[in-house]
């Protein structure tokens, strides 16, 4: 069973690296949200390492952006790709000892990120964005947000050692994950809220948040964190929104 997070192949063996922070923010506006997930590590092995990471997302997610930045020197942006001929680009890269950073769809609710050779002692962000169509409860005039962020069965039971033809020509092989337990940091949760009509409440069934209502003295704006300081979520983080009309044209 293979390791959520950060992870390198040193000595034949699969090690963790502990990432150095994590920031998530998610912007809702009415029925759509625009996630990015921002993760900070460093190399601290002697040698280049070819490490990899590996997180979900909402099933019904699309991913629009993803960079990384190496050392606050260079920038890295993605490029969308025929399968096939971005593994071959990254194997390339690799053998010819370059920095290649390879993203891909492991199933419908979970990518994996192949960030290449590290040299020793480099610090890395890698930031992805990701936008989704939020479900809408129209008797309530609800709208629920939900950040999977611990994989779980429907998360990522992933184990199947299936070909299918979706997967043709990538590298990075399907199987099922589990968090790291190292961590030296507090996860950076913002969400916040633009609506279209006024916000009449928000609530999380799953985590104690702290909200901020009235941002600027707009009743249709508001900002939401968590209120413990936590390294994981251990569930997925639901957060429900009540605004009226959201479903009417715009």
Same mark, same amino acid.
């Given at each position: 069973?293979?390791?959520?997070?950060?992870?390198?192949?040193?000595?034949? =063996?699969?090690?963790?690296? /502990?990432?150095?922070?994590?920031?998530?923010?998610?912007?809702?506006?009415?029925?759509?949200?625009?996630?990015?997930?921002?993760?900070?590590? =460093?190399?601290?092995?002697?040698? /280049? +390492?070819?490490?990899? %990471?590996?997180?979900?997302?909402?099933?019904?997610?699309?991913?629009?952006?993803?960079?990384?930045?190496?050392? $606050?020197?260079?920038?890295? !942006? $993605?490029?969308? !790709?025929?399968?096939? =001929?971005?593994?071959?680009? %990254?194997?390339?890269?690799?053998?010819?000892?370059?920095?290649?950073?390879? *993203?891909?769809?492991?199933?419908?609710?979970?990518?994996?990120?192949?960030?290449?050779?590290?040299?020793?002692?480099?610090?890395?962000?890698?930031?992805?964005?990701?936008?989704?169509?939020?479900?809408?409860?129209?008797?309530?005039?609800?709208?629920?947000?939900? *950040?999977?962020?611990?994989?779980?069965?429907?998360? $990522?039971?992933?184990?199947?050692?299936?070909?299918?033809?979706?997967?043709? $020509? =990538?590298?990075?092989?399907?199987?099922?994950? *589990? %968090?790291?337990?190292?961590?030296?940091?507090?996860?950076?949760?913002?969400?916040?809220?633009?609506?279209?009509? +006024? +916000?009449?409440?928000?609530?999380?069934?799953?985590?104690?948040?702290?909200?901020?209502?009235?941002?600027?003295?707009?009743?249709?704006?508001?900002?939401?964190?968590?209120?413990?300081?936590?390294? %994981?979520?251990?569930?997925?983080?639901?957060?429900?929104? !009540?605004? !009226?009309?959201?479903?009417?044209?715009?």
């Amino acid at each position: 069973m293979q390791i959520y997070g950060l992870c390198c192949v040193i000595e034949n =063996k699969e090690t963790p690296i /502990p990432l150095q922070n994590v920031v998530i923010e998610a912007n809702i506006v009415d029925m759509i949200t625009e996630v990015t997930i921002s993760q900070t590590y =460093k190399n601290v092995e002697k040698d /280049p +390492i070819e490490a990899r %990471y590996k997180f979900p997302i909402h099933e019904a997610a699309a991913v629009c952006g993803f960079e990384a930045d190496i050392d $606050g020197q260079r920038k890295v !942006k $993605g490029v969308v !790709k025929e399968a096939k =001929k971005a593994a071959q680009e %990254y194997t390339e890269a690799i053998e010819k000892g370059h920095g290649a950073y390879l *993203l891909e769809s492991e199933s419908a609710d979970v990518f994996q990120c192949s960030i290449g050779n590290i040299t020793s002692g480099q610090t890395i962000v890698v930031k992805i964005t990701y936008v989704s169509e939020l479900k809408h409860d129209s008797e309530t005039e609800k709208i629920r947000f939900v *950040l999977p962020t611990h994989i779980v069965p429907r998360y $990522g039971s992933s184990t199947s050692t299936s070909t299918s033809s979706s997967n043709d $020509g =990538k590298i990075l092989e399907p199987d099922a994950v *589990l %968090y790291s337990k190292e961590a030296n940091f507090y996860l950076d949760l913002t969400v916040t809220c633009r609506m279209t009509s +006024i +916000i009449q409440s928000i609530e999380s069934p799953s985590h104690k948040i702290s909200t901020e209502m009235n941002i600027d003295e707009n009743p249709k704006i508001s900002k939401i964190t968590l209120a413990d300081q936590i390294t %994981y979520l251990e569930k997925d983080f639901i957060l429900v929104v !009540k605004s !009226k009309d959201l479903d009417q044209p715009r």
